[in-house]
């Protein structure tokens, strides 16, 4: 103790603490913070919150979130990334560090739901406007750029009906034109294909993922990340990152830290039974379609196989139109393993039916009942014997 005891409550907050030298655990110390403590006022003013050479405030980053954001930029092949409170913020993140008043933004009519609501509202209410692209149409997507597209979004595959685009065609079409692209890599993960490798030498500006999905994988965190591999692009994110105020707590950084270790098991492990399950319902007489971007026929399957061997555990599949909605709800109902609940890439299965038409402008493409699986961590075999017991329902 350095100084005799004063008050009670004093020592209690001054307390003498070090961090234990010599206490080299595989695991990454959770440190958070507000305040962060300058040694004399010649660093306080020498500090800069968007260089990593010091802390400043907690909400710029601590050494765990640091650590995470150098294991994410390596999982993602990029070199720097910003952490986000969640998926839906990193996109927030995205829109506000590069989109100004006149600036048009285009995403995939296929795109996550949410990023389209806020594009609708927000963005408008900011006089950004946005279009949506057939990400399957690469001529008449390159047609639509113009001198105020300032961001392309792109999906791969897009969310619910699961189209896999050409993204390589995507991405040189926009950079022909000096349109910045951000890829929605949340079912990718970084490990499907290398976003910022995407072969002759292609790649996107920056990846976006949700967090929330595999590298969380308990179904608990919520988080979100934007990598790129340009610096001033980087420093436009922590521009935005620092006006909205949105950090992550050390806590659900640590539950991230702890899942990577085991992110690529995982995901193969989701892989292989979805697949598993997705092959059983194709052969199911009621099932009209399955979309699984690694099954022959599914939209854009030849894309995929172009770009990748692995898969998510994600896929929807579409239910005979002939069938009354009502059956369609009570076979979800029915449903005892799969669990009803949105978001993916936890342990626990999950289902949702959703309403195509609402979903998607172009929804002719498509027709019937849709409803989306999300593969868990279950024996695959019983997962397989709770969708026959629920047909029941249809047959
Ligand atoms: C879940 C998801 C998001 C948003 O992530 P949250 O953490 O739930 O906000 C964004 N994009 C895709 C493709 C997703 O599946």
């Keep these: 103790m350095s100084e005799p005891i004063t008050h009670l409550s004093t020592e209690l907050i001054h307390h003498d603490y070090q961090p234990p030298a010599g206490f080299d655990a595989v695991s990454v110390g959770v440190y958070k913070a507000s305040t962060v403590i ?101 001529a008449a997507f390159a047609a639509m750029l113009n001198e105020h597209t300032k961001l392309v979004w792109l999906e791969a595959p897009g969310s619910i009906t699961m189209e896999f685009p050409d993204l390589r065609a995507l991405v040189r079409a926009a950079r022909a034109r000096g349109v910045l692209t951000a890829l929605d890599n949340t079912w990718g993960a970084g490990l499907a294909f290398k976003a910022f490798d995407l072969g002759d030498g292609l790649a996107v500006d920056l990846s976006m993922h949700a967090l929330t999905k595999y590298p969380s994988g308990g179904g608990d965190v919520l988080m979100g990340s934007v990598v790129t591999r340009d610096e001033k692009l980087h420093h436009q994110l922590l521009l935005a990152h620092m006006r909205l ?38 052969r199911q007489p009621m099932i009209t379609q399955v979309l699984h971007p690694a099954l022959p026929g599914s939209p854009g399957h ?42 993916w890439g936890g342990p626990v299965s999950l289902v949702v039916p959703y309403d195509l038409k609402a979903l998607r402008g172009d929804a002719a493409r498509l027709t019937g009942h849709l409803v989306r699986f999300s593969i868990g961590l279950e024996a695959t075999d019983d997962l397989i014997e709770d969708l026959d017991q629920a047909f029941q329902t249809l047959r």
């Design 302 to 343: 030849d894309h995929w196989a172009a770009l990748c061997r692995d898969a998510a555990g994600l896929f929807s599949v579409l239910i005979d139109p002939a069938l009354p909605a009502a059956r369609i709800d009570a076979f979800v109902d029915a449903l005892r393993r799969f669990k009803l609940g949105y978001s």
């Design 38 to 138: 300058f040694p004399n006022v010649a660093a306080l003013r020498a500090r800069d919150w968007r260089y990593k050479f010091g802390y400043t405030y907690g909400l710029h980053g601590t050494p765990t979130t640091f650590t995470l954001e150098e294991r994410l930029a390596t999982l993602e092949g990029g070199t720097h990334c910003a952490l986000a409170p969640s998926g839906l913020a990193a996109i927030a993140t995205v829109n506000v560090a590069l989109l100004r008043r006149g600036d048009e933004v285009l995403l995939p009519d296929n795109v996550y739901g949410p990023s389209r609501e806020m594009a609708r509202t927000l963005l408008a209410d900011w006089g950004v406007t946005h279009r949506l692209y057939d990400p399957l149409d690469v």
């Design 245 to 282: 105020g949105t950090g992550v707590a050390g806590n659900d950084a640590e539950f991230v830290l702890r899942s990577l270790p085991s992110l690529e098991l995982r995901y193969r492990a989701h892989d292989q039974s979805a697949r598993r399950v997705a092959q059983w319902l194709q």
